[in-house]
């Protein structure tokens, strides 16, 4: 019995030798020679982003044979923190997407390299501006995509309660919006007639509400300073915002916890509040009854988030290696292999170029309404290395008013912890 | 007892040797648990100590900016709370309070007095925590970190929810158990399976026998009482997300603690019962002076190790409502983990260690003391 | 004669009537308790055959969501390997787990032999610590630890033997941190102290060195204790994860548990997050189910005696 035990314990201990020796994804040259360049994602789950990729990445592999890249994909919701911990450890991967707004903070605690790319290298692709990671005047990352939040609705719901419905010129008003929410309620049809996906959670909180939050005339920080968010985040109009947000889940026409992300594509509710992304399965679905409509103009015009998730270079990322990973970002962002993204997965390019091989953005086409959206009325979150805490801030005190519980004590709150972590950093100076 | 006498005696013969294993003892000592203390000194002790340094600081995580040392600065936020009157706001010119549109009372902001530091230095950016209404009176609770005595006192809630729920709950089934009934080791068997269950699994399928809208629970509750009891937003409530993490976390536990209970129970000596029954006692009598006294030294494990355990709450909160909504469900190491990890500030984190670390101990000492054999018994 | 016998046979006809209804009370009791502990467990197996979200939804609006009736399917199973590299992630966790069982049993009883079974300078000073440190939380420490890993040197085998800082992302991070156990050493303290010293000097005069000992007269007799610590070490290996997922990000050596939170987070499918539960819960039921009597009665045995 003493001995069998030992033969496992040996038998154990060789595999686990052996499978670190193997598995390691640290590695910088394979055996053939090649320099292996480790790449992240936060795309795992999502299956025409992650299978884009692997076509990408094996197309650049074949024709670029010193170079071998090793795709890792993460959760959106764990990706941050894996990130934080492989920098700790200086096994960041050579290649890394991040959220545009979170650029500023990883290029801060120097995360990333800057690319070697230029100002006027963007501006002859004609890049979006919400596509570009920018720090201190540097580039850090470029982004392939971009999404453009819309409300979807159904023609045929609109006509039946006597909806207008709005153009990209003359969205609706905030009491048109109110008045309609309150009729579509009241008619008993949808339990909730207004989906916007509370339970996502995470980023969707900021890059969700904060345009309507702007919309209102408050925002998350002074942009100027961008150095306290007092005034700007708990100020009147911020207010004005929050009970107008609390009052929907309040008020019931927006339901605070679905169990899915479904209602609208199943009938059960009537206008749904999401990215651009949906349009397939929405498509699909309703046809030519479905309506992709502007946002709403609470007051200074009508607002959706911009800047996606966007391809960067880790600063502890050999030289070789990085050579080869500046070249597959190259590599990606050329009109074709943009188009491939966005045609596989509905969003929307990021340069002119690319745009003309994506023919549902063509001009006339019904979906070229979301592409002039994101042109017209794109305001980003805000660029600095607070950031993370602003989203963190926000996110909970947007929790706190869906619950129900005091607007301004939430806002108060959040300015605080923003301002006290601004204030802790030394405003994030070098 | 003599078999044991008799055997020293024989030892005591043989001095020589003795005295040369006596002394070698130290080395064989090290060589033998050598590793075990060292791996305790690097990976446990050391550490310990490292933290009580870092709460000294403001180390980051991941910073391009080196730590500075800060003095007690973490811990004076941490526990700085503190209470601000607020009379109602007067009109100046009929001298009247003044009142809302739903006729409440209006008070002045809070942030007047949290973000003045000249004038109100004692308020200076503090946040809002609760409020109690008193009279015409607002009694508003301020404090620097909201969260973290928030999540204090939920550790605590749940504490003394779950000692006694659950060790009563453990007590009880360790009886029913314990009856001479065929299929008890089924029994047994099926109680104990939430305990070897891994926990992140079990949070996640709560997470959906919680929802809301479909959720298992919610569909029992509404068969059970008939319709009367529309569905529960258990992970979505402030008001019922604890008791939600209490129900599960003792639904996965209770079965460690039948299987205490139930080893005591069968220490227990037959005679016992018999003489008690021959005095006459009634079962409830038999249960009081016979089972409950014998299971003295299992009551007391128990009750130490839930105690400690429910401090240690963190994987169900992570998984489940990630210290939500609105910090109703967050707990002490939940915090440790966000302020440390999440949001790398190292220095605070570990000064909420120590302060855990503190806690503990006093409720151990606590407990100790109030379980203790009263002399003389 | 006959009327007392008649009386007796009444009195006992109603013992044996309140005996059986006893019985069955107790029986009831204890079946409704087994479907209050068994349900989530059933559900989750349950949800694993359906075949959609809707199917699952609709199912659980009576009994058929703890029963796994109407068409079933295995697709969700299937999927769990499409989506995920589970068998790496299963392998991982076995590694771990079986290794930290076999050095702490090792390590830790050699640890409390040498505190009860030899007398030194200091033995009751370092015994006393040992003690202290259960007082120490994990989660007090977990933030000094990761700074502390992550700056200790590691051999790296890839790309030729080379000298590395930190030890994310490998096995040794996983085990060697939790090798030592206050509470391992505890049980095994408090079991030899039990076994009579006469053992050991007997060996001592046939001349054995105090590791024979060790291994020929304490542990052959230490059955129960190192069963039961050997269970407390694996279920506290296979189901961690506050640690791991701080310290593992890479693929290749995650273990079960944190994947199985990355597969919730991504996963939208209820069937198939169902099923990657009931995969990484089975192994240790089943183990659990095999050997249960020793199980409890190892458990039992040695932890009451504190």
């Known amino acids: 019995m003493k001995s069998k035990l030992y033969a496992l314990g040996a038998l154990l201990v060789m595999l686990m030798g052996l499978l670190a020796a193997c598995g390691g994804s640290s590695s910088t040259t394979t055996a053939g020679g090649k320099t292996v360049i480790t790449l992240w994602t936060h795309s795992a789950g999502n299956a025409s982003e992650m299978s884009t990729l692997n076509k990408e990445v094996t197309s650049f592999n074949g024709s670029h044979s010193q170079y071998q890249i090793q795709i890792q994909s993460f959760p959106q919701a764990s990706y941050n923190d894996s990130v934080s911990a492989a920098a700790l450890s200086h096994k960041l991967p050579c290649i890394l997407d991040m959220d545009n707004p979170t650029v500023a903070n990883f290029a801060w605690s120097r995360y990333v390299q800057a690319l070697p790319v230029t100002d006027s290298d963007v501006q002859q692709m004609g890049l979006l501006q919400s596509a570009i990671g920018r720090y201190q005047g540097k580039i850090y990352a470029l982004g392939q995509f971009d999404v453009a939040l819309t409300m979807f609705a159904r023609k045929s719901i609109l006509q039946k309660y006597n909806i207008r419905i709005p153009t990209l010129d003359q969205p609706w008003t905030a009491n048109e919006f109110n008045d309609m929410l309150s009729k579509l309620k009241s008619s008993g049809a949808f339990q909730f007639p207004f989906d916007l996906n509370p339970q996502y959670g995470g980023e969707w909180l900021p890059y969700a509400y904060s345009p309507m939050l702007q919309s209102f005339g408050g925002d998350l920080i002074d942009r100027k300073s961008l150095t306290s968010a007092d005034g700007t985040l708990n100020g009147p109009a911020a207010a004005k915002w929050g009970q107008w947000f609390q009052g929907l889940f309040k008020n019931g026409y927006a339901n605070p916890k679905p169990s899915s992300d479904q209602g609208f594509l199943q009938g059960k509710v009537a206008l749904w509040y999401t990215g651009s992304w949906a349009t397939d399965d929405v498509v699909k679905k309703y046809g030519k009854d479905a309506l992709f409509l502007p946002s709403v103009n609470f007051g200074t015009g009508p607002k959706i988030g911009g800047g996606s998730w966007e391809w960067g270079i880790s600063a502890t990322c050999p030289q070789q290696a990085s050579q080869g990973a500046s070249q597959f970002i190259k590599f990606l962002m050329q009109p074709a292999n943009i188009a491939l993204l966005n045609n596989a997965t509905g969003l929307i390019p990021t340069t002119p170029a690319a745009t003309s091989l994506v023919p549902r953005y063509a001009t006339g086409s019904p979906y070229r309404i979301l592409f002039d959206m994101l042109q017209r009325f794109t305001v980003m979150r805000p660029p600095t290395p607070a950031y993370p805490t602003i989203s963190s801030s926000f996110q909970k005190a947007a929790q706190g008013i869906i619950q129900g519980s005091d607007v301004q004590t939430n806002l108060d709150n959040a300015v605080n912890a923003i301002d006290q972590d601004i204030q802790q950093h030394n405003n994030y100076q070098q | 007892m003599s078999v044991i006498t008799g055997a020293t005696k024989q030892v005591q013969v043989i001095r020589p040797q003795q005295r040369k294993h006596l002394r070698g003892n130290l080395v064989t000592a090290l060589i033998l648990g050598g590793p075990a203390f060292l791996l305790l000194l690097v990976f446990l002790i050391g550490p310990f100590f490292m933290g009580v340094a870092f709460s000294f600081t403001d180390e980051r995580l991941v910073s391009p900016v080196p730590a500075q040392f800060i003095g007690t600065k973490n811990y004076s936020q941490m526990l700085q709370v503190s209470i601000l009157t607020l009379d109602p706001v007067v009109d100046p010119t009929t001298n009247q309070p003044r009142h809302d549109a739903h006729g409440n009372l209006l008070y002045p902001s809070v942030r007047t007095f949290t973000q003045n530091e000249q004038k109100y230095p004692q308020y200076f950016q503090l946040e809002q925590w609760f409020s109690v209404n008193l009279g015409n009176q607002r009694f508003v609770v301020l404090a620097h970190d909201p969260t973290f005595l928030h999540s204090i006192f939920n550790n605590i809630f749940f504490a003394l929810v779950v000692v006694p729920v659950q060790s009563g709950l453990g007590l009880l089934l360790a009886l029913l158990v314990n009856q001479k009934l065929k299929g008890r080791n089924f029994f047994r068997t099926i109680y104990f399976s939430p305990v070897v269950t891994s926990m992140v699994v079990i949070s996640i399928v709560w997470t959906f026998l919680y929802d809301k809208n479909v959720g298992l629970v919610n569909h029992m509750l509404k068969t059970v009482s008939f319709g009367a009891i529309g569905p529960v937003n258990w992970l979505g409530s402030p008001s019922t997300a604890m008791w939600a993490i209490i129900i599960m976390s003792v639904w996965q536990g209770v079965g460690l603690q039948m299987i205490l209970f139930l080893a005591g129970l069968q220490d227990i000596p037959e005679q016992l019962y018999e003489a008690a029954s021959i005095d006459g006692a009634n079962p409830v009598q038999q249960f009081a002076n016979v089972t409950l006294p014998g299971l003295r030294n299992v009551m007391v494990f128990v009750f130490i190790a839930i105690t400690i355990a429910a401090f240690q709450l963190f994987t169900q909160v992570f998984v489940m409502t990630q210290g939500g909504p609105n910090d109703a469900t967050s707990t002490v190491v939940f915090n440790i983990v966000q302020r440390g990890f999440v949001a790398q500030n190292i220095g605070y984190a570990s000064a909420m260690s120590v302060v855990f670390f503190l806690f503990i101990l006093a409720i151990s000492f606590v407990q100790r003391y109030a379980t203790r054999e009263k002399k003389g018994k | ?306």
Not at chain 3, 45 to 55: E, R
Not at chain 3, 213 to 221: D, E, G, K, S
């Open chain 3, 1 to 306: 004669m006959q009327q007392q016998a008649l009386i007796q046979t009444s009195a006992e006809r109603t013992q044996r009537s309140r005996r059986l209804i006893r019985m069955i009370v107790q029986y009831a009791v204890n079946i409704l308790l087994v479907l209050a502990f068994i349900f989530p467990l059933l559900f989750m197996a349950s949800a694993s055959l359906k075949t959609s979200n809707d199917v699952i939804f609709s199912d659980m609006e009576s009994i058929r969501g703890l029963l796994p009736v109407g068409s079933l399917t295995l697709n969700n199973y299937v999927a769990v390997f499409q989506l995920s590299p589970f068998l790496r992630f299963l392998l991982n966790s076995i590694i771990v787990s079986s290794i930290s069982v076999l050095l702490g049993v090792f390590f830790n009883s050699l640890a409390a032999f040498a505190l009860s079974r030899l007398q030194w300078k200091g033995q009751k000073l370092v015994l006393t610590l040992i003690i202290a440190t259960l007082i120490i939380p994990f989660e007090t420490i977990v933030i000094p630890l990761l700074l502390l890993v992550n700056n200790l040197p590691n051999i790296s085998m890839s790309g030729g033997l080379a000298l590395t800082q930190g030890w994310f992302d490998t096995y040794q991070v996983q085990i060697i941190p939790f090798i030592t156990s206050a509470f391992s050493i505890f049980l095994f303290y408090q079991f030899f102290k039990g076994i009579p010293i006469e053992m050991d000097e007997a060996a001592l005069v046939d001349g054995a060195s105090y590791f024979q000992i060790y291994r020929q007269v304490i542990m052959p007799n230490a059955g129960p204790v190192i069963a039961t610590v050997a269970i407390f070490t694996f279920l506290g290996s296979w189901n961690s994860f506050l640690w791991p997922n701080m310290v593992i990000q890479s693929e290749s050596v995650r273990p079960v548990m944190v994947g199985m939170n990355y597969f919730f987070q991504q996963n939208t499918q209820w069937g198939v997050v169902m099923a990657y539960a009931t995969m990484v819960t089975l192994p240790v039921l089943a183990i659990f189910l095999a050997f249960q009597k020793a199980f409890v009665t190892s458990l039992a045995g040695s932890s009451v005696k504190g």
